[in-house]
């Protein structure tokens, strides 16, 4: 059976240089779409069971973080559930090279487990068979897909929360499952009161269309959306226009924006201290909001993460410092690892899906604690 590398499908993204030496087989990552960034990968390897194979990616110099390929490990999947780590992993003289003999005809390799737009559509589908669960489509993005917001929840207080604003930053979505698999338990009286207390409005991908175009973090028309809000056009970032129309006619209280981090392995929260006019309320609750997490998962910690910014120098395109200026909410930005929890190690999947759904379980108490208050 001759070796085989395909990418066309669903988020996929690589190019093939040379495979027919499983020994050196020579790829590279394309590019986002009307952008110089990239990192993210996605692809099947067929017909090489049992054969040792060594793949290069030979542009990883140049990706968006090319520093964060040091201690990184391929992730890869045989039935596209399972995914697990190929500890042959390793960057050599700019070049991202693993070493795997797969055990079936077809395997999957990725930067991280990925998350589909078929998978998005079975997870909208899923929740609205919840009572007291509603749809919004936002607006439509550049390619026409749709901006899905879930509605949750009847009460006064608005919690605004959205993911994959980045859509190679799939783990993003895995925690919006696990986040949103305990807010609609029927049984979880933690569940019950958030729900009471609170109307929750969910975005599980901000991105659609870089989803599915295999992009690391721009859309159909190379826009970095956590640089769009406040600027954004019609013709660049609708994603983020139509959001902040929905967020102007209902402001939030609280504002969480789900991301990954390519480097540090670490789950962390940077917070809006930079932003003008940054308020003592605003920091008691994100002070709080920080103890609250660490008590509801180990997974979660406080002492690594990104430098603070000085007051007044807020980036205002981004979605936390926007929203904080913008609403005078509690706004922060939740980063998961590309790598694994370095407090934590799992040396068979390092982080992974499962894990990024039980930090998304795991956000209710520290919402619970916090509800009083905001």
Excluded at 144 to 158: F, H, P, Y
Excluded at 177 to 183: D, I, N, V
Excluded at 212 to 232: I, K, P, Q, S, Y
Excluded at 272 to 279: F, L
Aim: hydrophobic residues 40%; negative net charge; glycine residues 8%.
């Amino acid at each position: 059976m001759t070796l085989h590398i395909n990418a066309a499908f669903d988020s996929g993204n690589i190019i093939v240089e040379a495979a027919d030496d499983p020994a050196d087989i020579r790829l590279s990552i394309r590019k986002d779409s009307g952008s110089h960034f990239y990192q993210w990968f996605h692809f099947r390897a067929t017909g090489a069971k049992e054969t040792p194979c060594t793949f290069r990616i030979t542009n990883a110099a140049g990706a968006a973080f090319s520093k964060a390929w040091e201690g990184y490990r391929v992730a890869a999947s045989y039935d596209r559930e399972t995914w697990f780590r190929i500890d042959a992993t390793r960057y050599e003289n700019g070049h991202l090279i693993w070493d795997h003999a797969p055990e079936q005809d077809s395997v999957y390799y990725a930067y991280f487990a990925p998350y589909s737009m078929e998978r998005h559509a079975d997870l909208i589908a899923d929740c609205l068979q919840y009572d007291g669960v509603s749809l919004d489509v936002l607006g439509t993005s550049l390619d026409g897909q749709t901006i899905d917001c879930l509605r949750v929840g009847e009460g006064g207080k608005i919690i605004w929360v959205i993911a994959r604003q980045h859509p190679g930053e799939s783990m993003a979505e895995w925690w919006m499952e696990g986040f949103l698999a305990r807010l609609l338990d029927e049984e979880d009286e933690v569940a019950q009161q958030l729900r009471k207390d609170a109307t929750f409005r969910i975005v599980p991908n901000m991105n659609p269309d870089g989803s599915r175009r295999g992009n690391l973090r721009t859309n159909a028309a190379g826009a970095n959306l956590n640089r769009e809000w406040g600027v954004c056009t019609a013709e660049t970032s609708p994603e983020v226009l139509h959001t902040i129309a929905a967020m102007d006619a209902e402001k939030p209280v609280l504002c969480l924006d789900v991301h990954g981090d390519e480097a540090l392995p670490y789950n962390f929260i940077a917070g809006a201290e930079g932003i003008p006019g940054y308020t003592d309320k605003q920091a008691k609750d994100l002070a709080d909001f920080l103890d609250a997490y660490k008590r509801a998962s180990s997974d979660f910690q406080t002492k690594h993460g990104y430098g603070l910014s000085a007051p007044g120098t807020g980036n205002l395109t981004m979605c936390t410092n926007f929203t904080a200026h913008r609403y005078d909410c509690l706004a922060m930005t939740l980063e998961m690892p590309f790598k694994d929890n370095a407090d934590a190690p799992d040396a068979g999947v390092g982080w992974s899906p499962d894990r990024s759904a039980q930090l998304g379980s795991a956000v209710l108490d520290a919402f619970a604690d916090m509800m009083e208050q905001l």
